[in-house]
């Protein structure tokens, strides 16, 4: 018989994805209303610090912040904050500071993390290649130069690089490899503990970038105002801090694969949202590439490897 936790019926599980990918789905809309009070520096530190009060005192509220980190493991999990919160944020939060990049073109990119997930098991764990799964990384990798080459609204579809699409690439490449190399230390610690360490570490990695750039950090602090403020506490709680326990908590419900399923609606959700909230256009270019990316990692995942869709489903949220 299965196991009645906190999260009731299935019917409860399936409608708190919904509600999880509604909140990784305007994560990206938040992000540009956000950046427009502040730098990406700022803004990826604000929502660490604020997450981290949160995961803390949550945790600490019932006991569950143990085990602390072993110093054998601090190294490793220092590396994996940095590809996961540190590396991933920054990136994601630079490229959306392109003007010419929208909340739907940032999320189609991200979206594209399970392409180069089997590129790398491909190449750095030597894992088998089939000629469906290579067929669907090259049609998400075509998919992604599409919106990168021609996807800005005044290129009129010339051959012109968004340097802010270009910046948003390294996030889904840091996405993979925390999916890749990051399950050992996930497995030695409960999920939202390691979460809640990394993240706290996440922080104090961007402590040297908040310093040499502090007299624009302090700029930011005093002049952002609550219209500032808002998004940014939006992305700490509701994002982050629900997203994350939501996502654990349903792992322990559903199969992997139903989960990460869930996962591909939050970019509809961007796209829906930068129009509907930012008035963000949709270029034709957006579209296709957009459906290509989508095809082509569902074609990756599906006749990739054994775990695949296990691995896919460990990378981190928006």
Request: hydrophobic letters at 55%.
């Amino acid at each position: 018989m299965a196991t009645v936790d906190r999260f009731g019926s299935d019917r409860a599980v399936h409608a708190s994805m919904a509600l999880l990918v509604l909140l990784w789905g305007l994560a990206f809309v938040a992000i540009k209303q956000a950046l427009v009070h502040m730098s990406w520096i700022t803004l990826t530190f604000l929502r660490f610090a604020v997450s981290d009060v949160l995961f803390v005192g949550s945790l600490a509220a019932t006991q569950r912040l143990r085990p602390l980190p072993q110093k054998r493991d601090l190294p490793r999990l220092a590396l994996l904050a940095f590809i996961g919160f540190t590396g991933y944020h920054l990136f994601l939060n630079l490229g959306e500071s392109d003007p010419t990049v929208t909340a739907g073109t940032a999320s189609l990119i991200i979206a594209s993390t399970p392409a180069f997930i089997a590129a790398m098991s491909i190449l750095l764990l030597r894992e088998r290649i089939r000629g469906a799964q290579a067929a669907g990384i090259l049609l998400a990798f075509a998919g992604l130069g599409l919106m990168i080459f021609f996807a800005q609204p005044e290129s009129e579809f010339r051959f012109q690089a968004s340097g802010g699409a270009l910046a948003v690439i390294p996030s889904a490449v840091l996405s993979a490899l925390y999916a890749v190399f990051g399950k050992r230390s996930l497995g030695r610690y409960p999920p939202l503990t390691f979460v809640t360490w990394t993240l706290v570490i996440g922080t104090v990695l961007l402590l040297p970038l908040v310093g040499i750039t502090f007299p624009g950090f302090l700029g930011d602090i005093t002049s952002m105002g609550w219209e500032g403020w808002a998004p940014v506490l939006f992305l700490a709680l509701f994002p982050t801090f629900l997203g994350y326990t939501i996502w654990f908590r349903a792992l322990a419900r559903l199969p992997a694969a139903s989960a990460a399923a869930y996962i591909y609606a939050s970019t509809f959700v961007a796209v829906v949202g930068g129009i509907a909230i930012l008035g963000e256009g949709l270029s034709f270019a957006t579209i296709i590439g957009g459906a290509m990316v989508i095809a082509g990692v569902i074609a990756a995942q599906h006749f990739g490897r054994r775990e695949s869709d296990r691995t896919a489903s460990e990378t981190p949220g928006s």
